[in-house]
Protein backbone atom coordinates (compact mmCIF):
# COMPACT_ATOMS: atom_id res chain seq x y z
CA UNK A 1 0.00 0.00 0.00
CA UNK A 2 1.25 3.29 -0.80
CA UNK A 3 -0.44 6.85 -0.96
CA UNK A 4 0.93 9.33 -4.19
CA UNK A 5 0.12 13.08 -3.13
CA UNK A 6 -1.66 14.01 -7.00
CA UNK A 7 -1.27 17.42 -6.61
CA UNK A 8 2.45 17.26 -6.53
CA UNK A 9 2.95 13.13 -7.96
CA UNK A 10 5.26 12.55 -5.02
CA UNK A 11 4.94 9.05 -2.86
CA UNK A 12 3.69 10.46 0.89
CA UNK A 13 5.91 9.42 3.43
CA UNK A 14 4.91 7.43 6.27
CA UNK A 15 5.13 10.42 9.62
CA UNK A 16 4.29 8.52 12.52
CA UNK A 17 2.06 5.67 13.54
CA UNK A 18 -0.46 5.07 16.71
CA UNK A 19 -1.87 2.24 17.71
CA UNK A 20 -4.81 3.35 20.43
CA UNK A 21 -4.81 -0.04 21.82
CA UNK A 22 -8.52 -0.71 20.69
CA UNK A 23 -6.90 -3.25 17.52
CA UNK A 24 -7.00 0.14 15.47
CA UNK A 25 -3.88 1.72 13.85
CA UNK A 26 -3.80 5.04 12.71
CA UNK A 27 -0.54 5.94 10.23
CA UNK A 28 0.42 9.33 8.96
CA UNK A 29 1.85 9.81 5.73
CA UNK A 30 2.96 12.99 4.37
CA UNK A 31 3.43 14.35 1.04
CA UNK A 32 7.67 15.66 0.65
CA UNK A 33 6.93 18.50 -1.32
CA UNK A 34 3.55 19.90 0.24
CA UNK A 35 3.57 18.24 3.59
CA UNK A 36 -0.40 17.75 3.19
CA UNK A 37 -0.64 15.08 5.45
CA UNK A 38 -3.23 12.15 5.49
CA UNK A 39 -4.05 9.59 8.14
CA UNK A 40 -4.77 5.58 7.60
CA UNK A 41 -7.02 4.51 9.75
CA UNK A 42 -7.16 0.83 10.09
CA UNK A 43 -10.05 -1.22 11.71
CA UNK A 44 -9.47 -4.85 13.84
CA UNK A 45 -9.51 -6.90 10.79
CA UNK A 46 -7.02 -5.15 8.84
CA UNK A 47 -5.03 -4.35 11.62
CA UNK A 48 -4.64 -7.93 12.58
CA UNK A 49 -4.40 -9.11 8.88
CA UNK A 50 -1.18 -6.83 8.93
CA UNK A 51 0.41 -7.90 12.10
CA UNK A 52 -0.55 -11.42 10.80
CA UNK A 53 2.06 -11.10 8.62
CA UNK A 54 4.71 -10.32 10.96
CA UNK A 55 5.47 -6.83 9.36
CA UNK A 56 5.22 -3.36 10.71
CA UNK A 57 3.81 -0.40 9.11
CA UNK A 58 6.43 2.31 8.92
CA UNK A 59 9.21 -0.22 8.83
CA UNK A 60 11.35 -2.09 11.78
CA UNK A 61 12.94 -0.13 14.44
CA UNK A 62 13.83 -3.00 16.24
CA UNK A 63 15.39 -6.19 14.68
CA UNK A 64 13.38 -9.17 14.22
CA UNK A 65 13.20 -11.37 17.62
CA UNK A 66 13.34 -14.75 17.59
CA UNK A 67 9.54 -16.11 17.91
CA UNK A 68 8.43 -12.72 17.79
CA UNK A 69 5.04 -13.05 15.66
CA UNK A 70 4.65 -16.71 17.75
CA UNK A 71 5.31 -14.90 21.14
CA UNK A 72 3.13 -12.08 20.29
CA UNK A 73 0.15 -13.72 19.07
CA UNK A 74 -0.37 -16.85 20.99
CA UNK A 75 -2.32 -17.09 23.58
CA UNK A 76 -1.81 -20.01 26.33
CA UNK A 77 1.67 -20.05 26.24
CA UNK A 78 3.99 -21.20 29.28
CA UNK A 79 5.29 -18.60 31.15
CA UNK A 80 8.63 -19.89 31.53
CA UNK A 81 8.83 -21.39 27.49
CA UNK A 82 12.03 -18.63 26.73
CA UNK A 83 14.62 -18.05 28.72
CA UNK A 84 15.75 -14.90 27.33
CA UNK A 85 19.48 -13.54 27.66
CA UNK A 86 20.54 -10.10 27.15
CA UNK A 87 21.50 -9.04 23.79
CA UNK A 88 23.72 -6.01 24.95
CA UNK A 89 27.21 -6.98 26.77
CA UNK A 90 28.35 -5.15 29.67
CA UNK A 91 26.24 -3.35 32.87
CA UNK A 92 22.49 -3.80 32.20
CA UNK A 93 20.26 -1.07 33.51
CA UNK A 94 17.98 -1.87 36.73
CA UNK A 95 14.00 -1.63 36.58
CA UNK A 96 12.97 1.21 39.01
CA UNK A 97 9.08 -0.63 41.27
CA UNK A 98 6.74 1.44 39.11
CA UNK A 99 8.66 0.06 35.84
CA UNK A 100 9.02 -3.38 36.80
CA UNK A 101 4.99 -3.27 37.95
CA UNK A 102 4.24 -1.92 34.33
CA UNK A 103 6.35 -5.00 32.76
CA UNK A 104 4.37 -7.56 34.73
CA UNK A 105 1.13 -6.64 32.92
CA UNK A 106 2.81 -7.90 29.74
CA UNK A 107 1.45 -11.15 29.06
CA UNK A 108 3.99 -13.78 30.53
CA UNK A 109 4.75 -16.02 27.09
CA UNK A 110 6.05 -12.17 25.36
CA UNK A 111 7.61 -10.52 28.43
CA UNK A 112 10.84 -11.74 28.31
CA UNK A 113 11.55 -10.73 24.95
CA UNK A 114 9.83 -7.21 25.25
CA UNK A 115 11.76 -7.10 28.78
CA UNK A 116 15.18 -7.34 26.40
CA UNK A 117 13.58 -4.97 24.13
CA UNK A 118 13.44 -2.02 26.50
CA UNK A 119 16.65 -3.56 28.37
CA UNK A 120 18.93 -2.79 25.33
CA UNK A 121 17.22 0.30 24.37
CA UNK A 122 18.69 1.41 27.62
CA UNK A 123 21.81 0.43 27.80
CA UNK A 124 22.80 1.86 24.45
CA UNK A 125 21.99 4.91 25.52
CA UNK A 126 23.62 4.45 29.23
CA UNK A 127 20.47 4.85 30.78
CA UNK A 128 21.17 3.50 34.26
CA UNK A 129 17.34 3.00 35.25
CA UNK A 130 14.65 2.04 33.71
CA UNK A 131 11.58 4.19 34.51
CA UNK A 132 8.15 4.24 33.07
CA UNK A 133 9.27 7.73 31.53
CA UNK A 134 11.85 5.34 29.91
CA UNK A 135 9.41 2.86 28.64
CA UNK A 136 7.08 5.75 27.19
CA UNK A 137 10.43 7.07 25.57
CA UNK A 138 11.52 3.98 24.21
CA UNK A 139 7.80 3.12 22.87
CA UNK A 140 7.73 6.71 20.99
CA UNK A 141 11.11 6.14 19.67
CA UNK A 142 11.01 1.95 18.38
CA UNK A 143 7.10 2.35 17.51
CA UNK A 144 6.85 -0.27 20.37
CA UNK A 145 3.41 0.76 20.75
CA UNK A 146 1.63 -2.62 21.53
CA UNK A 147 4.37 -3.19 24.12
CA UNK B 1 -8.65 13.91 -14.85
CA UNK B 2 -4.64 13.77 -13.84
CA UNK B 3 -2.92 10.69 -14.68
CA UNK B 4 -2.04 9.24 -11.76
CA UNK B 5 0.79 6.94 -11.51
CA UNK B 6 0.50 3.60 -10.78
CA UNK B 7 1.41 1.56 -7.42
CA UNK B 8 4.51 -0.03 -9.79
CA UNK B 9 4.90 3.19 -11.33
CA UNK B 10 6.76 4.86 -7.66
CA UNK B 11 9.96 4.44 -7.27
CA UNK B 12 10.20 6.68 -4.31
CA UNK B 13 11.92 5.06 -1.24
CA UNK B 14 9.04 3.24 0.73
CA UNK B 15 9.57 3.24 4.58
CA UNK B 16 7.48 0.46 5.49
CA UNK B 17 8.60 -1.40 2.67
CA UNK B 18 6.38 -4.51 3.49
CA UNK B 19 7.27 -6.47 0.83
CA UNK B 20 10.87 -5.82 1.78
CA UNK B 21 10.25 -7.06 5.17
CA UNK B 22 8.26 -10.34 3.87
CA UNK B 23 11.72 -11.24 1.39
CA UNK B 24 13.44 -10.74 4.89
CA UNK B 25 11.59 -13.18 6.23
CA UNK B 26 12.26 -15.38 3.85
CA UNK B 27 16.21 -14.82 3.40
CA UNK B 28 16.08 -15.41 7.60
CA UNK B 29 14.72 -19.19 6.22
CA UNK B 30 17.14 -19.17 3.58
CA UNK B 31 20.18 -18.39 5.85
CA UNK B 32 19.10 -20.82 8.81
CA UNK B 33 18.87 -23.82 5.98
CA UNK B 34 21.93 -23.14 4.37
CA UNK B 35 23.76 -25.59 6.87
CA UNK B 36 20.76 -28.03 6.62
CA UNK B 37 21.67 -30.67 3.71
CA UNK B 38 17.99 -31.78 3.17
CA UNK B 39 14.72 -30.84 4.07
CA UNK B 40 12.41 -33.55 3.78
CA UNK B 41 8.48 -33.40 4.74
CA UNK B 42 6.55 -36.31 6.58
CA UNK B 43 2.81 -36.72 5.51
CA UNK B 44 -0.16 -37.91 5.11
CA UNK B 45 -3.44 -37.30 3.77
CA UNK B 46 -5.25 -38.31 7.13
CA UNK B 47 -4.93 -37.69 11.17
CA UNK B 48 -4.47 -41.02 12.59
CA UNK B 49 -1.99 -43.24 10.72
CA UNK B 50 0.82 -42.27 12.99
CA UNK B 51 2.69 -40.04 10.88
CA UNK B 52 4.26 -38.30 13.68
CA UNK B 53 5.53 -41.91 15.18
CA UNK B 54 6.40 -42.60 11.95
CA UNK B 55 8.84 -39.19 12.18
CA UNK B 56 9.91 -39.85 15.72
CA UNK B 57 11.21 -42.95 14.41
CA UNK B 58 12.68 -41.63 11.23
CA UNK B 59 14.59 -39.60 13.15
CA UNK B 60 15.89 -41.60 15.97
CA UNK B 61 16.73 -44.22 13.13
CA UNK B 62 18.88 -41.55 11.29
CA UNK B 63 20.63 -40.04 14.19
CA UNK B 64 21.04 -43.80 15.79
CA UNK B 65 23.65 -44.53 12.25
CA UNK B 66 25.40 -41.33 13.07
CA UNK B 67 22.96 -38.79 10.68
CA UNK B 68 23.02 -35.05 12.22
CA UNK B 69 19.17 -34.93 12.81
CA UNK B 70 16.40 -32.32 13.31
CA UNK B 71 12.66 -32.80 13.77
CA UNK B 72 10.08 -30.21 13.18
CA UNK B 73 7.19 -30.52 15.04
CA UNK B 74 4.76 -28.65 12.21
CA UNK B 75 1.62 -30.20 13.20
CA UNK B 76 1.08 -27.06 15.56
CA UNK B 77 -2.05 -27.66 16.63
CA UNK B 78 -1.54 -31.44 17.78
CA UNK B 79 2.27 -31.61 18.76
CA UNK B 80 2.94 -35.27 19.99
CA UNK B 81 6.68 -35.74 17.92
CA UNK B 82 8.92 -34.03 20.79
CA UNK B 83 7.15 -36.28 23.87
CA UNK B 84 7.75 -39.02 21.32
CA UNK B 85 11.45 -38.64 21.56
CA UNK B 86 11.39 -37.94 25.20
CA UNK B 87 11.49 -34.15 25.29
CA UNK B 88 9.25 -32.32 27.96
CA UNK B 89 9.45 -28.56 27.91
CA UNK B 90 11.83 -26.76 29.27
CA UNK B 91 13.06 -22.94 28.91
CA UNK B 92 14.41 -22.41 25.83
CA UNK B 93 17.30 -20.28 25.92
CA UNK B 94 17.14 -16.87 23.56
CA UNK B 95 20.36 -15.55 22.22
CA UNK B 96 20.62 -12.94 19.88
CA UNK B 97 18.39 -13.98 16.36
CA UNK B 98 17.64 -17.71 17.83
CA UNK B 99 16.57 -19.98 20.06
CA UNK B 100 18.43 -23.40 21.05
CA UNK B 101 16.42 -26.08 20.69
CA UNK B 102 16.64 -29.10 22.76
CA UNK B 103 18.17 -32.53 21.87
CA UNK B 104 16.46 -35.77 22.71
CA UNK B 105 18.51 -38.50 24.52
CA UNK B 106 19.10 -39.75 20.78
CA UNK B 107 20.75 -36.62 19.43
CA UNK B 108 17.80 -35.45 17.68
CA UNK B 109 17.39 -31.49 17.90
CA UNK B 110 13.46 -30.86 18.20
CA UNK B 111 10.93 -28.16 18.18
CA UNK B 112 7.17 -27.98 18.67
CA UNK B 113 4.96 -26.14 19.95
CA UNK B 114 4.08 -28.74 22.27
CA UNK B 115 7.70 -27.05 24.18
CA UNK B 116 5.79 -23.62 24.02
CA UNK B 117 2.61 -23.89 25.39
CA UNK B 118 0.68 -24.66 28.74
CA UNK B 119 -0.31 -28.25 29.04
CA UNK B 120 -3.50 -28.46 27.91
CA UNK B 121 -3.57 -24.99 26.03
CA UNK B 122 -4.93 -25.54 23.13
CA UNK B 123 -2.97 -23.26 20.27
CA UNK B 124 -4.58 -19.79 20.38
CA UNK B 125 -4.09 -16.21 19.52
CA UNK B 126 -5.22 -12.78 20.90
CA UNK B 127 -7.30 -11.38 17.93
CA UNK B 128 -10.27 -9.42 17.23
CA UNK B 129 -13.15 -11.76 17.72
CA UNK B 130 -14.56 -11.69 14.40
CA UNK B 131 -13.42 -13.07 11.01
CA UNK B 132 -11.20 -14.86 12.63
CA UNK B 133 -10.57 -17.31 9.38
CA UNK B 134 -8.86 -14.41 7.47
CA UNK B 135 -5.75 -14.33 9.04
CA UNK B 136 -5.39 -17.73 11.19
CA UNK B 137 -3.54 -19.24 8.23
CA UNK B 138 -1.26 -16.68 7.78
CA UNK B 139 -0.63 -16.74 11.75
CA UNK B 140 -0.14 -20.51 11.61
CA UNK B 141 2.23 -20.28 8.49
CA UNK B 142 4.15 -17.21 10.34
CA UNK B 143 4.67 -19.48 13.33
CA UNK B 144 6.42 -22.35 10.70
CA UNK B 145 7.99 -19.77 9.57
CA UNK B 146 10.09 -19.27 12.52
CA UNK B 147 10.16 -22.57 13.71
CA UNK B 148 12.41 -22.45 10.33
CA UNK B 149 13.85 -19.57 10.78
CA UNK B 150 14.62 -18.77 14.21
CA UNK B 151 15.49 -21.98 15.48
CA UNK B 152 19.45 -22.89 16.04
CA UNK B 153 19.02 -25.94 13.83
CA UNK B 154 23.31 -26.09 13.18
CA UNK B 155 24.58 -28.47 10.82
CA UNK B 156 22.31 -31.20 9.97
CA UNK B 157 22.41 -34.09 7.76
CA UNK B 158 18.41 -34.19 7.51
CA UNK B 159 15.37 -31.73 9.02
CA UNK B 160 12.30 -34.07 9.02
CA UNK B 161 9.11 -32.27 9.17
CA UNK B 162 6.44 -33.41 11.30
CA UNK B 163 3.65 -31.90 8.66
CA UNK B 164 -0.10 -31.87 9.93
CA UNK B 165 -2.99 -34.30 8.51
CA UNK B 166 -4.38 -32.98 4.82
CA UNK B 167 -2.11 -31.47 2.30
CA UNK B 168 -2.78 -27.87 2.27
CA UNK B 169 0.28 -26.81 4.61
CA UNK B 170 2.82 -28.87 2.55
CA UNK B 171 1.93 -25.51 -0.25
CA UNK B 172 2.95 -23.36 2.75
CA UNK B 173 6.15 -25.36 3.15
CA UNK B 174 6.86 -25.26 -0.15
CA UNK B 175 7.27 -21.44 -0.35
CA UNK B 176 9.12 -20.81 2.93
CA UNK B 177 11.59 -24.18 1.81
CA UNK B 178 11.85 -23.98 -2.25
CA UNK B 179 14.48 -26.55 -1.54
CA UNK B 180 12.44 -28.91 0.00
CA UNK B 181 14.50 -32.89 -0.91
CA UNK B 182 10.95 -34.15 -1.20
CA UNK B 183 8.54 -35.89 0.92
CA UNK B 184 7.86 -39.33 2.96
CA UNK B 185 4.21 -40.48 2.08
CA UNK B 186 2.60 -42.30 5.50
CA UNK B 187 -0.43 -44.59 5.32
CA UNK B 188 -2.44 -47.48 6.93
CA UNK B 189 -2.80 -50.50 4.55
CA UNK B 190 -6.75 -50.04 4.40
CA UNK B 191 -9.10 -48.56 1.27
CA UNK B 192 -10.25 -45.18 3.18
CA UNK B 193 -6.71 -44.22 3.94
CA UNK B 194 -5.69 -45.16 0.79
CA UNK B 195 -7.99 -42.58 -0.96
CA UNK B 196 -7.13 -39.98 1.20
CA UNK B 197 -3.41 -40.48 1.28
CA UNK B 198 -3.67 -40.62 -2.61
CA UNK B 199 -4.80 -36.87 -2.68
CA UNK B 200 -1.70 -35.97 -0.54
CA UNK B 201 0.15 -37.31 -2.92
CA UNK B 202 -1.41 -35.60 -6.04
CA UNK B 203 -0.69 -32.60 -3.97
CA UNK B 204 2.94 -33.20 -3.32
CA UNK B 205 3.21 -33.59 -7.33
CA UNK B 206 1.64 -30.50 -7.90
CA UNK B 207 3.71 -28.54 -5.51
CA UNK B 208 6.46 -30.09 -7.42
CA UNK B 209 7.55 -32.29 -4.42
CA UNK B 210 9.48 -35.07 -5.07
CA UNK B 211 8.30 -38.57 -3.34
CA UNK B 212 10.86 -40.74 -1.63
CA UNK B 213 8.89 -43.13 -0.22
CA UNK B 214 6.17 -45.03 1.17
CA UNK B 215 5.86 -45.97 4.89
CA UNK B 216 3.19 -48.14 5.67
CA UNK B 217 1.99 -48.12 9.45
CA UNK B 218 -0.14 -50.78 11.10
CA UNK B 219 0.54 -53.38 8.67
CA UNK B 220 -1.18 -56.00 11.43
CA UNK B 221 -0.97 -56.66 14.82
CA UNK B 222 1.95 -57.81 16.39
CA UNK B 223 0.95 -59.98 19.85
CA UNK B 224 2.48 -58.64 23.05
CA UNK B 225 2.49 -62.04 24.40
CA UNK B 226 3.97 -64.34 21.62
CA UNK B 227 5.20 -61.66 19.13
CA UNK B 228 3.89 -63.21 15.93
CA UNK B 229 1.85 -60.46 13.36
CA UNK B 230 -1.43 -61.28 12.62
CA UNK B 231 -4.01 -59.24 10.36
CA UNK B 232 -5.27 -55.40 11.17
CA UNK B 233 -6.43 -53.74 8.44
CA UNK B 234 -7.69 -55.05 5.18
CA UNK B 235 -5.44 -53.57 2.02
CA UNK B 236 -2.77 -52.90 0.34
CA UNK B 237 -2.46 -49.14 0.41
CA UNK B 238 1.56 -48.89 0.67
CA UNK B 239 2.11 -51.09 -1.97
CA UNK B 240 -0.33 -49.45 -4.32
CA UNK B 241 0.72 -45.96 -3.28
CA UNK B 242 4.15 -46.93 -3.50
CA UNK B 243 3.80 -47.67 -7.12
CA UNK B 244 1.18 -44.35 -7.70
CA UNK B 245 4.19 -42.22 -6.41
CA UNK B 246 6.90 -44.34 -8.27
CA UNK B 247 8.94 -44.54 -4.94
CA UNK B 248 10.15 -47.33 -2.97
CA UNK B 249 7.63 -49.16 0.52
CA UNK B 250 10.49 -47.96 2.83
CA UNK B 251 9.16 -50.16 5.61
CA UNK B 252 5.67 -51.90 6.64
CA UNK B 253 5.42 -51.65 10.44
CA UNK B 254 2.96 -53.52 12.45
CA UNK B 255 0.87 -51.91 14.76
CA UNK B 256 2.77 -53.24 18.36
CA UNK B 257 1.30 -52.36 21.43
CA UNK B 258 4.48 -52.93 23.39
CA UNK B 259 6.21 -50.65 21.16
CA UNK B 260 3.45 -47.95 21.50
CA UNK B 261 3.52 -47.83 25.13
CA UNK B 262 7.58 -47.52 25.26
CA UNK B 263 6.76 -44.43 22.72
CA UNK B 264 4.32 -42.69 24.46
CA UNK B 265 6.66 -43.06 27.30
CA UNK B 266 9.44 -41.50 25.29
CA UNK B 267 11.26 -44.36 24.23
CA UNK B 268 11.65 -44.38 20.95
CA UNK B 269 14.22 -47.04 20.77
CA UNK B 270 11.76 -49.24 19.18
CA UNK B 271 10.77 -47.37 16.74
CA UNK B 272 13.81 -46.44 15.64
CA UNK B 273 14.65 -50.10 15.40
CA UNK B 274 12.15 -50.73 13.26
CA UNK B 275 12.09 -48.09 11.13
CA UNK B 276 16.37 -47.86 10.45
CA UNK B 277 16.05 -49.83 7.47
CA UNK B 278 13.14 -46.94 5.99
CA UNK B 279 15.94 -44.57 7.00
CA UNK B 280 18.63 -46.12 5.37
CA UNK B 281 16.73 -46.68 2.00
CA UNK B 282 15.79 -42.58 2.41
CA UNK B 283 19.18 -41.84 3.06
CA UNK B 284 19.70 -43.83 0.13
CA UNK B 285 16.89 -41.52 -2.23
CA UNK B 286 18.30 -38.36 -1.16
CA UNK B 287 21.93 -39.32 -2.39
CA UNK B 288 24.64 -36.79 -1.52
CA UNK B 289 24.08 -33.82 -4.22
CA UNK B 290 20.28 -33.02 -2.31
CA UNK B 291 18.84 -33.95 -5.05
CA UNK B 292 16.79 -37.87 -4.75
CA UNK B 293 17.45 -40.26 -7.17
CA UNK B 294 15.13 -40.48 -9.99
CA UNK B 295 13.58 -36.89 -9.46
CA UNK B 296 10.19 -36.77 -11.39
CA UNK B 297 10.30 -33.43 -13.93
CA UNK B 298 7.42 -31.57 -12.41
CA UNK B 299 4.59 -32.39 -14.54
CA UNK B 300 3.39 -29.79 -16.79
Redesign the interface.
Known amino acids: ??F?C?EC???M??AERELPGD?TLAAVFTCPACSRSVAMLTN??ET???A?????????TV????????R???????A??????P?QAGARPVWDDAARERLSRV?S?VR??VQ?IYADYAAERQIAVITPEVMDTARRELGLEGM | MKRIRTYNQLTETDRSDLLGQVASQRERVTARLSSVEHVVAVVSGKGGVGKSLVSAGLAAALARSGRRVGLLDADLHGPTAARMLGVRASSLAVRDDEVEPPVAACGVRVMSSDLLLEETAPLAWREPGHERFVWRGTLVAGMLREFLADVAWGTLDVLLVDMPPGSERLDTLVELVPGLAGAVVVTIPSEASYRAVRRALEAARSAHVPLLGVVENMAGYRCGSCRADGPLFQGDAGERLSRDAGAPLLARIPFDPAMQSLVDQGDVASAAMALGPAADALVARLGSSGEPAGREEPRA
Do not use: C
Not at chain 1, 52 to 60: E, F, H, K, M
Not at chain 1, 63 to 70: A, R, Y
Not at chain 1, 72 to 78: A, D, F, I, L, Q
Open positions: MKLIDRQGFGPMQLVSLGVQIGGRPEQPFELTSTVEGGRDAFNDAAPFGMR
